[in-house]
């Protein structure tokens, strides 16, 4: 019999549902060897008999925790797709605020008549995930070796070495070097470095390494005349949720 697989979506744009979808070459593959029973963004049917739940976007409100739990409760098998998910994302960018503020800002008057927490989560401060997706948007080889792995009951090779790796192994020229700052040394490998070899900083939408070297972070940014609160901009982007980890 073939796994049940639904898709789930809480606070996300629905990206890294679509780069599955875009997965061309791969989708009909899959769709050999699984039954998709819950996937708004592709069909209709609402499905809630699944094996594996994939799950993208993060934890804003009261009512998305216990729908979680739910899936959680049904689900053998949770994968957290994305950053969203993975590290709560842009959306924890919220978290930096006053809640009254920020609903006052995206709301307005109405502010009143909305339900938020006060901050926005990873979806593993509320259930056990299993397995992990990484990235913003994800990396479709990543997800289809997440996926084959699922199928063949075994655990995924995710790198958890840093983005300097893979940046060595491409022979670029390191971008603080280049006067940037760079999230590199404390962020999951996995992306082929594709920000700094094309010339720009890593923002961490890998989130952070298992075991992150933060003093090496700072012995870096000392090295190249930088200090922390420089970082600190591009590390909210992704990991505000982890901001405390580098002060």
Same mark, same amino acid.
């Given at each position: 019999?073939?796994?049940?697989v639904?898709f789930?979506?809480?606070a996300?744009?629905?990206? #890294?549902?679509? !780069?599955v979808?875009?997965?061309?070459d791969?989708? @009909?593959?899959?769709? +050999?060897k %699984?039954?998709?029973?819950?996937?708004?963004?592709a069909?209709?049917?609402?499905g809630?008999?699944y094996d594996?739940?994939?799950?993208?976007?993060?934890?804003?409100?009261?009512?998305?925790?216990?729908?979680?739990?739910?899936?959680?409760?049904?689900?053998?098998?949770?994968v957290?797709?994305g950053? #969203?998910?993975a !590290?709560?994302?842009?959306?924890?960018?919220?978290? @930096?605020?006053?809640? +009254?503020? %920020?609903?006052e800002q995206?709301?307005?008057?109405?502010a009143s008549?909305?339900?938020?927490?006060?901050?926005?989560y990873?979806?593993?401060?509320?259930?056990k995930?299993?397995?992990?997706?990484?990235?913003c948007?994800?990396?479709?080889?990543?997800?289809?070796e997440?996926?084959?792995?699922?199928?063949?009951?075994k655990?995924?090779?995710?790198?958890?070495?840093?983005i300097c790796?893979e940046?060595r192994?491409k022979e670029?020229?390191?971008?603080?070097?280049?006067?940037l700052?760079?999230?590199?040394?404390?962020?999951r490998a996995g992306?082929?470095?594709?920000?700094?070899?094309?010339?720009?900083s890593?923002e961490?939408c890998?989130?952070?390494l298992?075991?992150?070297?933060?003093?090496?972070?700072?012995?870096?940014?000392k090295?190249?005349?930088?200090?922390?609160?420089e970082?600190?901009?591009?590390?909210?982007?992704?990991?505000?949720?982890?901001?405390e980890e580098l002060?």
């Open positions: 019999m073939k796994p049940k639904a789930f979506d809480f996300s744009c629905e990206g #890294c549902q679509l !780069t979808l875009n997965l061309e791969e989708i @009909l593959d899959i769709l +050999s %699984i039954d998709i029973v819950n996937f708004r963004e069909i209709s049917e609402k809630e008999d594996v739940a994939f799950i993208e976007g993060s934890i804003t409100r009261e009512h998305d925790r216990e729908r979680l739990e739910e899936i959680r409760n049904k689900a053998k098998i949770v957290a797709l950053a #969203c998910a !590290t709560a994302g842009l959306n924890a960018l919220k978290n @930096l605020k006053p809640i +009254s503020w %920020i609903k995206v709301y307005g008057k109405d008549f909305y339900e938020t927490l006060e901050k926005a990873p979806i593993d401060k509320f259930i995930v299993d397995y992990y997706v990484w990235g948007p994800i990396d479709k080889n990543e997800f289809l997440v996926f084959k792995s699922i199928l063949l009951n655990k995924p090779e995710i790198p958890d070495y840093p790796i940046c192994i670029n020229v390191c971008v603080f070097e280049k006067g700052t760079c999230l590199g040394p404390l962020t992306c082929s470095a594709i920000c700094p070899s094309n010339g720009n890593c961490g890998r989130g952070f298992e075991n992150p070297e933060i003093n090496a972070e700072k012995q870096i940014l090295k190249y005349g930088k200090s922390v609160d970082i600190l901009a591009d590390l909210n982007i992704f990991n505000a949720y982890r901001e002060k």
